[in-house]
């Protein structure tokens, strides 16, 4: 079945099932791993151990650093929604940055930025921690659009698996910057500023890996650029089915990890306790981090898979809101579990419905842009919530109402369709 200006492919008699399935499952995977597969692969998670920190770390540290740098409420409101601004605005850029510099060329460039981002964090000034934020935002919001597209063409075979490992690996680092952001800034003189700046050394790490991806990228099949991709996606319900439910998990996603140790402080938890408490809602996501993907690649449709991981959300949800302080560790790990296999099945829906390598990167952008920008309403929304009202039960029953939308859109992403440019 196809539609004026994009094309969809629908699993009929006709048609068994939409070409980004059949790849995924009528390609044979190679017994053993190439040398070069295996260095790519490493490079990939060593990306994904990069995307999150720079924005972990922050929120457990948001008190001090706003006693430090004398900033308002609404400067630490600005300060948490930076990146999801930055990813909003600048996924688009991808697309053109791709074609004109090549794949691995632009993922060595969102690498170096991250680190000098991340590096200038380390002075003590309110300029440059809002100046390292932005432009390690930028750097991630790239690099959350390249990703998609180098596990569709070059681990076509293995999208579950490897899906399954790069956010699982995105969850563990953002676990242990959350975890570990209090500790550190109590063990050095620098303060949160260590805290903070510490993570540019694994951003060169990741640039140390990536550097024989440059030479290998040559012999790699390239992707196409299509000019107008956002354009077409934009006609596309599908499209915006993926992105909006992108959007929503990221909302709450984002609001959670912006505010969640404030909240808990004011109910008398401690800061570093908080901030344990954050970590531990990432580590607890690690087991449906890991296989939702796999799930998800094996399934006709995953409209029931969408339907339990919303559930199990939606419970923590309004635990958080009603009782924060009564069951606190009930809440967050329910909350850990259900965002844990939200993330991954939203990237695993940018993939499954992909035609291919090109469609997933515009895909990718689309729905990243589009989602980011709806998600911005989470760290900003919660916040300004709280802040007009001194409570934090509103803002959490706004994040809770989300969950209505989340399921339409789930539901409809969730149908066995690909898109074709």
Known sequence: MRCAGIGY????????????????RT?????????RQVLLLAGVLLIAANLRPGITS?????????????????????????????????????????????????????????????????????????????????????GNVLIPAIVKRDFAGRVGLVTGLYITTLYITASTAAGVSVPLAQASALGWRFALGAWAGPAVIAVIVWLPQLAHGATRAPLQYRGGGLALMARSPLAWAVAMFMGLQSLGYYAVLSWLPAMLHQVGISQAEAGLMLSVSTLVALPSTLITPSLAARSRDQRGLTSV????????????????????WLWIVMIG???????????????????????????????QTIGYAVSIAGPLGMGALHAATGQWWPAMAFVAATVVPLLWFGLRASRPETISL
């Open 337 to 367: 579990l259900g965002q844990g296999a939200m993330f991954p099945l939203a990237m695993t829906f940018i993939v499954l419905r992909s035609n291919g390598p090109t469609e997933a990167m515009a895909l990718s952008a689309f729905s």
């Open 9 to 24: 492919r629908r699993w009929s008699s006709a048609c068994c099932r939409p070409p980004s399935v059949s790849d995924s």
């Open 58 to 142: 922050v929120s457990p540290l948001l008190v001090p650093i706003g006693a430090s740098l004398g900033l308002s409420s609404f400067g630490l409101i600005a300060l948490a929604t930076i990146p999801v601004i930055c990813f909003a605005a600048l996924a688009p850029v991808s697309l053109p940055l791709q074609r004109r510099f090549g794949l691995e060329t632009v993922v060595l460039g969102v690498l170096t930025l991250l680190c000098a981002g991340l590096a200038i964090r380390l002075i003590d000034a309110a300029p440059a921690l809002f100046i390292g934020t932005v432009l390690a935002g930028s750097a991630i919001a790239v």
């Open 27 to 35: 390609i044979a995977a190679p017994r053993l791993w190439s040398s």
């Open 309 to 328: 991981v919303l559930a199990v959300t939606l419970l923590g949800y309004i635990g958080l809101m009603v009782a924060p302080g009564a069951a606190p």
